[in-house]
């Protein structure tokens, strides 16, 4: 090999290696502080995104919250919580990164004096008053300020609420109302904005005469603690009463403000995320939406992850958008053309957001369901055709046999001294001699598969009886043909007998026989088919009409209420949902038994199946129900397409809880070591089947309840699917008491 090759495939495994290592996910540990109660509202979304913007920044973080619960807790035992919460988490795990959210918690962090808070690179975020000279303690820190932007929210009000709309706020005394009063005090400073923060307080005529007069905004601050003796009327007027020219801005969370935008008459605006889109009656403003904060906040985590200092990343201001709430706004009787293009709308319905997209997508469903119908129709028309032409082929069939029985070949025999005499036509229409045949001769022209019935029957020759028997003759060498041998015998005056009767050629009735029975089934499949295709346009007439009838009422009906609007939008998706659910039933049968659909077997371990199955049902299963899980001490593999075996244990979990108004559900399998199977059940306390019905519920389009919805395939794809994995169905059921359904497969290692 030359010297340049190998330093080529060198630098090529080099490469590689280099490749591989930078495919491999990062890793973090990352402590998440949130100031309020864990059950508030946000948290579970606040979450999610933490987690969701570490992913998409390739970082795999172990994540671990806790909750200061800051509304509970006065300052020294606030202090206390956070000192115990960081001692907690530290004990056997401890953070690179600590992301802590809101004024509360920061503070509180920064003031705990526990070691971590030194040691742990720390990002803040949500922060509207940091404490700067707090913070300049710590060259661990940096963050993001969400900096209240006063102009732009009373600009917000005047957009969405007209120029003359005025606003009121809660404030005290306390630390944040005092910052807050600052900042609104430099904001507004040279505006025409008056109110809590730059002006004195104004009685409700004086503020109206100077508003009326100088052209000012007036901004009231309401206060519930200022001083002694102060009334709470204006608070309680201002909350319970309707006025058009008031609207309410949020300026702080805190027990003083919590769920005010539920409670207020007036129109609710906010300045801060706390609360925002998570059932506080709050419209909208410029505000840093909780997506922006946590990018912010992560993405600075993932630059100190990667090697940067807190210390090279400067405090920042947070980015703010404008943003309503659809709810809202649909509550306050607002439209999508009341609201400016550049504000964002959060819970928008897509048919809302995308009304020519919806449009087409309902139109494109109806089109596709009508179109479903017409074929449906078309098969049962084509299919009713093919009946009609089977039952005349029927009848035809019917007056061929009866012409060739009245045609066909007959000849009369009779026994004598135990010797068979025919009658000289039959040996001419055979082409032979006529000749006298002993039993034993006779046998010898009959098929073997007829000899023990044909010497039965001669042995009980004597018998006064009469007798037909159909055999397989071939008495010329020409090949076997059907014939009947008619016969009576009749008792002699001497004691003795003698037997008569007729040798008929039933070949053509035979053959006639064949193909009655193929038209016979030839009539049965077309009956099963007009039973399925009739079947079929009652399950998928009963949605489409609701599909087409609720999408007439919205097309015409403009004036619909938003709700009614909702109400008609889901009952159309659900209706679609169960036309989809109807078709899939149809193409799986159909793909099952034209061997279309693929089985892939590999190796399952019981256990595993049986717990995935249970934790995935256990918040599907209704909670008026107990759901049990059972399994055997001896753990098994079986070999299986897992996927298939889940759809038909999920079918029976289904139906159990259709069927089960109160008691339990049990999932579980045994061990059969006698056969070497594992049977896994479903059992239920429901309402139990009948014994009559117990064979018939796996046939097609049998439905228990004749009046559910839903095809009647779902047991019968269920049997046809265990064939194929070559396992069976066992079923127990008394009416009132239960049912147990039971798959039972090979086993392929027990232990």
């Known amino acids: 090999m030359s010297k340049t090759n190998s330093i ?67 300052e020294k035992e606030e202090l206390l919580r956070m000192y115990s919460l960081l001692d907690e988490v530290s004990k056997d795990w401890k953070p690179e990164v600590i992301l802590v959210n809101e004024d509360q918690a920061t503070y509180s962090l920064l003031k705990c004096g526990h070691p971590l808070v030194k040691e742990v690179s720390i990002v803040f975020g949500g922060v509207n008053y940091p404490n700067w000279p707090l913070i300049k303690q710590y060259p661990n820190v940096t963050g993001f ?5 006063f102009r732009a929210n009373i600009e917000v ?41 730059n002006f004195k307080e104004l009685n409700t005529r004086e503020w109206r005469e100077f508003v009326k007069d100088e052209n000012y905004t007036y901004f009231a601050g309401i206060a519930i603690r200022v001083k002694e003796n102060n009334s709470d009327a204006g608070l309680l007027w201002s909350l319970s009463q309707y006025t058009r ?14 769920n005010i935008g539920n409670i207020c008459s007036s129109p609710s605006l906010t300045a801060i995320n706390e609360g925002f889109g998570y059932g506080e009656k709050l419209l909208g403003g410029y505000i840093t939406t909780l997506s922006i904060q946590v990018g912010e906040m992560v993405g600075a985590a993932v630059r100190i992850l990667r090697g940067e200092k807190p210390l090279d990343m400067p405090v920042a201001n947070s980015a703010k958008e404008y943003v309503v709430d659809w709810d809202v706004m649909v509550q306050r009787g607002l439209s999508k053309a009341d609201i400016p293009g550049k504000y ?50 029927l009848e035809d069939e019917k007056e061929t046999l009866a012409l060739a029985i009245e045609g066909s070949d007959t000849y009369a025999w009779k026994l004598e001294n135990d010797y068979f005499i025919f009658e000289s036509d039959f040996w001419q229409s055979q082409g032979m001699r006529s000749k ?21 029957n001669w042995r009980k020759i004597s018998m006064i009886r009469k007798v037909a028997v159909q055999v397989r003759c071939d008495f010329n060498g020409k090949g076997y ?7 009576k015998t009749i008792a002699l005056p001497d004691g003795g007998y003698k037997a008569a009767g007729l040798l008929l050629n039933i070949q053509d009735i035979k053959d006639h026989e064949q193909e009655l029975e193929e038209a016979r089934l030839l009539a049965e499949k077309a009956e099963l088919k007009q039973s399925f295709l009739a079947n079929m346009s009652h399950e998928i007439r009963t949605p489409l009409n609701a599909i087409v009838g609720f999408s007439n009422i919205l097309a015409a009906d403009e004036d ?59 918040v599907l299963i209704p909670e008026r129900l107990e759901f049990i899980k059972e399994q055997d001490t001896i753990p098994a593999k079986i070999n299986v397409d897992k996927g298939r075996l889940v759809q038909v244990l999920t079918n029976f979990l289904n139906n159990a809880s259709k069927f089960t108004a109160s008691g339990y559900i049990k999932l579980g399998y045994r061990y059969l070591p006698e056969t070497s199977e594992v049977a896994i059940y479903v059992e239920d306390t429901g309402c139990g089947i009948p014994h009559a019905e117990q064979k018939m519920i796996f046939n097609r389009f049998y439905k228990q309840d004749e009046f559910s919805q839903g095809t009647g395939l779902g047991l019968s794809i269920c049997q046809v699917i265990m064939e194929k994995l070559q396992g069976r169905i066992e079923l127990w059921s008394e009416q009132g008491k239960g049912s147990r359904f039971t798959v039972v497969v090979k086993v392929v290692t027990s232990y």
């Open 157 to 197: 009000v005047k957009e969405l609420f007209g120029k003359k709309m005025h606003l009121f706020t809660l404030i005290d005394t306390t630390y944040l109302d005092k910052q807050i009063r600052q900042d609104a005090r430099e904001q507004l400073e040279g505006t025409k904005v008056k109110g809590f923060m």
């Open 344 to 393: 964002s709308i959060i819970h928008i319905p897509f048919s809302k957001n995308h009304p020519l997209l919806w449009g087409g997508i309902v139109f494109s469903v109806v089109v596709l369901l009508l179109t479903l119908f017409v074929l449906l129709f078309f098969l049962y028309r084509r299919e009713q055709g093919r009946k009609k032409k089977a039952l005349n082929a």
């Open 481 to 487: 043909q059907w014939w009947e041998f008619r016969y």
């Open 560 to 618: 619909l209420e938003p709700d009614e609007r909702c109400e008609y939008i889901k009952t159309i998706n659900r209706n679609s949902d169960l036309l989809l659910t109807l078709i899939n039933d149809i193409l799986e049968l159909s793909r099952l038994e034209s061997g279309y659909m693929t089985f892939e077997f590999m190796p399952c371990e019981v256990t595993e199946l049986v717990d995935e199955i249970f934790q995935t049902h256990q």
């Open 436 to 456: 006298v045949l002993t039993f034993e001769k006779l046998i010898n022209f009959i098929h073997p598969e007829h000899w023990d019935e044909v010497r039965e």
């Open 145 to 149: 300020r969400d900096k209240i932007d």
């Open 8 to 74: 080529l495939l060198f630098l090529l495994a080099l490469s590689c290696f280099f490749l591989s290592g930078c495919s491999e996910k990062e890793v973090g540990k990352v402590l998440v502080v949130h100031s309020y109660e864990e059950t508030y509202a946000a948290y579970p979304d606040f979450n999610e995104m933490i987690a969701g913007s570490f992913r998409k920044r390739g970082v795999d973080a172990d994540i671990r919250t806790v909750y200061l619960d800051c509304e509970a807790y006065q």
């Open 245 to 258: 020219d008031r609207c309410y801005l949020q300026l702080k969370r805190d027990f003083t403000t919590v």
